[in-house]
C-alpha cells in the first residue's frame, strides 16, 4: 500500500498536514523526526513531507536530523521550519524576520511552470507562521514564490524533487493550499488516491483473519459509541461470532439509552452481552464530591464488572480495543512516550491477570475517517453520527456527589434537550451538546406555589475534532422551547441556563 511518511517536528498543525492528506484517499503516517535517520526507503513509501516546529532552527538543540538518505531519492517537502531546516543544513542562512509574520500574507510573486505551484495564482492568500526567515538560499536552490516581506517564500533544489514553503497550506486560511497538496501528493509524488473506506475495509478485515487465530476469541468493551461500534463491525466482518461484546450499564448513561443501544447493536448480528451494573457503581460513588475521585471510582469499577464478565468468555485470546489515531500519535510524539489511558477507552488499566493481547483495528484513523469507515460498514445513523459522551457519563456531569435521584433528574432533562435538538434538525450541526445538574438551588414560582429546585445549565458547542470548540448559537426560539419543555415536564427543576463559554478557556465538559 503506497503511503507519504509526515516527520513531525512537535507543530500544531502536524495533524491538519495528515488529514488533508487522508482527504486526497492517500495514506499517510506521523513519525517523530527522531525517526528520520532509521527511515527505510521501501516501494511504498511515495513521499515525505517535514512539519514546522515551535523551534528555531538556530537555536542550540533544535531538531537537526541527517536527511541525506532521504534527499534526491525520494520527493520532498519542507513546511515552515522544516523548510528552514532544508535551507540551513545546505549551507544558506536563516535569520530572526525584521518583521514577525504571523496570519494572513499575499503571494506577490510565483513560478506557476513549478509542479508545486501549478494552478495558483499571484494574490494568492497563504497562512504564515514564524519569526524566523531564510535571508540567504544554499547555491542550487531556486526560488519559486514570494511575499512582499519574505523573499523566500518557497524553493526547489535543483535535479531534486525536494521542495521548502514558508507558509501552511494545511490550513483554511491558506485559500488554494489543498492545491499546492495536490500538487505534491498526486503529481509529484505519484500516488494513486486509492485509499477509500471500502479499501480499508477490506485490509483491514484480511489483517485481523491474518492476526486472530482460527480458534481465538475475541472482547471488545462496547460504549455506543461511534470507535468501539465501528471497532465491533470490523472484527465482526473478520471473525463472526467469536467477537464477544460486553457493554456495561453504569447507570450514568443518557435516557433510554443502554436499551437503545443494546437493540441496535443486537439488529447488527453482533454477539453482545448487555450488563446492568449500574446498583454497583452507585454503591462505589456513594458520597463522592471530588471530579477525579468520581472518575476513579468508576473506572475501577467498571474494571471489576468487565473483568468479572470477560472471564465468562472461554477461549479468549485478545482484547479489541477502538483506540484511533490522534491516541498513537500522542504516545510517539515528539515530546516523548506518553502512554494515557483515555476515559473513553474505558478498558485501560485492566487486570494483569486476563493475559490478554490487544487488538485495535481503528488504530490508523482519524476521528471523521472512522465514521466514514462506520458508514461503509452500515452502521445505522443513531450510533453513526451520536455525539461524543464522556467514559464517566452523567457522573460529570452532575456536579457533586451522584444518587439515583440526580441521574433520573439529569437524564429526563438532557432527553429533552438532544430529542428536540434532532426533532429542530439542530442535532449533527453540534459536535456535542448535553445537560447539566448544578449543585445549587433557586427560587421559582409554578401557579400559586413558590418553588426552591434544582438549576439545570445546557451545554453544545461546535468543532472540528474536540480540541478547540465554540459554544453553538443555539437559536433563541430553539432554547426558549426547550426551557420551557424542561421546566415543564421534570419535577425538580424550575430554571434553565445556557453555556456561552468556549475551549479554550473553559473545556468542553463542567468536571
Given at each position: 500500500m503506497e503511503r507519504l511518511i509526515i516527520l513531525d517536528f512537535g507543530s500544531q498543525y502536524t495533524q491538519l498536514i495528515a488529514r488533508r492528506i487522508r482527504e486526497l484517499h492517500v495514506f499517510c503516517e506521523i513519525h517523530p523526526y527522531t525517526h528520520a535517520p532509521n527511515l527505510a526507503l521501501t516501494e511504498d513509501i511515495r513521499g515525505v513531507i517535514l512539519s514546522g516546529s515551535p523551534c528555531s532552527v538556530r537555536?542550540?538543540?533544535?531538531?537537526?536530523?541527517?536527511?541525506?538518505?532521504?534527499?534526491?531519492h525520494v520527493p520532498l517537502l519542507g513546511v515552515c521550519y522544516g523548510a528552514q531546516m532544508l535551507a540551513q543544513q545546505g549551507g544558506g542562512e536563516v535569520t530572526p524576520a525584521t518583521i514577525r509574520e504571523y496570519g494572513r500574507a499575499r503571494l506577490a510573486e510565483l513560478n506557476d511552470a513549478s509542479p508545486l505551484l501549478h494552478g495558483?495564482?499571484?494574490?494568492?492568500?497563504?497562512?504564515?507562521?514564524?519569526?524566523?526567515?531564510?535571508?540567504?538560499?544554499?547555491?542550487?536552490?531556486?526560488?519559486?514564490?514570494?511575499?512582499?516581506?519574505?523573499?523566500?517564500?518557497a524553493f526547489k533544489i535543483e535535479g531534486q524533487e525536494t521542495y521548502g514553503i514558508q507558509f501552511h497550506p494545511e490550513v483554511t486560511h491558506s485559500t488554494e493550499g489543498k492545491q499546492l497538496l495536490h500538487n505534491f501528493v498526486v503529481n509529484i509524488c505519484r500516488c494513486a488516491q486509492s485509499w477509500t473506506p471500502d479499501h480499508f475495509v477490506d485490509s483491514a478485515v484480511a489483517a485481523l483473519q491474518h492476526t486472530i487465530g482460527p480458534d481465538d476469541q475475541v472482547i471488545l468493551g462496547l460504549s455506543g459509541g461511534v470507535d468501539s461500534s465501528v471497532a465491533a463491525l470490523l472484527l465482526h466482518r473478520a471473525i463472526g461470532p467469536r467477537l464477544h461484546g460486553i457493554f456495561v450499564d453504569n447507570g450514568l448513561l443518557r435516557e433510554d439509552e443502554f436499551t437503545t443501544v443494546l437493540k441496535a447493536y443486537e439488529g447488527l448480528g453482533l454477539n453482545v452481552t448487555g450488563v446492568n451494573a449500574a446498583p454497583e457503581f452507585y454503591a462505589a460513588l456513594a458520597g463522592i464530591s471530588d471530579p477525579e475521585a468520581k472518575r476513579k471510582a468508576i473506572g475501577r469499577t467498571f474494571i471489576e464488572v468487565f473483568d468479572r464478565e470477560a472471564h465468562k468468555v472461554e477461549g479468549a485470546k485478545w482484547l479489541a480495543q477502538g483506540t484511533i489515531y490522534p491516541d498513537v500519535i500522542e504516545s510517539v510524539s515528539v515530546k516523548g512516550p506518553a502512554v494515557t489511558i483515555k476515559s473513553h477507552h474505558n478498558v485501560g488499566g485492566l487486570p494483569d491477570d486476563m493475559n490478554l493481547k490487544v487488538v485495535e483495528p481503528l488504530r490508523m484513523l482519524f476521528k471523521d475517517e472512522v465514521r466514514e469507515v462506520g458508514a461503509a460498514l452500515g452502521l445505522p445513523g443513531e450510533i453513526l453520527h451520536r455525539h461524543p459522551f464522556p467514559g464517566p457519563g452523567l457522573g460529570i456531569r452532575i456536579l457533586g456527589d451522584i444518587t439515583p435521584e440526580k441521574v433520573d433528574l439529569l437524564q429526563r432533562a438532557d432527553g429533552v434537550f438532544i430529542n428536540l435538538?434532532?426533532?429542530?434538525?439542530?442535532?449533527?450541526?453540534?459536535?456535542?451538546?448535553?445537560?447539566?445538574?448544578?449543585?445549587?438551588?433557586?427560587?421559582?414560582?409554578m401557579g400559586d406555589e413558590r418553588t426552591y429546585e434544582r438549576v439545570v445549565a445546557l451545554r453544545a458547542v461546535t468543532s472540528v475534532d474536540g480540541m478547540t470548540a465554540d459554544w453553538a448559537h443555539l437559536p433563541y426560539e430553539f432554547l426558549a422551547e426547550v426551557s420551557n419543555k424542561i421546566i415543564n415536564q421534570v419535577r425538580?427543576?424550575?430554571?434553565?441556563?445556557?453555556?456561552?463559554?468556549?475551549?479554550?478557556?473553559?473545556?468542553?465538559?463542567?468536571?
Open positions: 537555536e542550540e538543540g533544535a531538531p537537526n536530523p541527517d536527511l541525506s538518505h532521504l534527499l534526491g495558483m495564482h499571484v494574490g494568492s492568500q497563504v497562512w504564515m507562521s514564524h519569526g524566523d526567515t531564510i535571508l540567504t538560499l544554499p547555491a542550487g536552490y531556486d526560488i519559486i514564490a514570494s511575499t512582499p516581506e519574505v523573499a523566500v517564500a435538538l434532532k426533532e429542530h434538525n439542530l442535532y449533527e450541526h453540534v459536535w456535542q451538546a448535553g445537560a447539566i445538574l448544578l449543585p445549587v438551588q433557586s427560587v421559582g414560582v425538580g427543576i424550575n430554571r434553565v441556563v445556557y453555556d456561552i463559554s468556549s475551549k479554550p478557556p473553559a473545556t468542553i465538559e463542567w468536571e
